[in-house]
């Protein structure tokens, strides 16, 4: 497999966990495809590290969409919202 395909490998799967991670807290998230994809390729990375130091199997990929939703609600967080509500959009828009 190539370089080029395996980033957009990479890039598709990203997208695909951080919009599940999206969809799992309510209420509208004002975050564009680039950050969904990087909050999902941030998630993927931190599950298969914990995935393959505890439990050494393949099962990553719920992980990953757990991870990623932590993430995405710690962006929620950081804007000053909460689980229910994604806080300010962010600035210049």
Not at 48 to 59: C, F, K
């Amino acid at each position: 497999m190539s370089f080029i395909v395996y980033v957009i490998l990479i890039a598709l799967t990203g997208l695909i966990v951080g919009a599940l991670a999206r969809l799992a807290l309510p209420g509208k998230d004002p975050m564009s495809l680039g950050m969904t994809m990087l909050i999902g390729i941030g998630g993927s990375l931190a599950a298969g590290l914990l995935a393959d130091a505890v439990v050494n199997r393949g099962y990553g990929f719920p992980i990953a969409v757990l991870f990623a939703t932590l993430i995405v609600y710690f962006v929620r967080r950081a804007r000053g919202g909460g689980l229910t509500s994604p806080g300010r959009p962010p600035l210049g828009r």
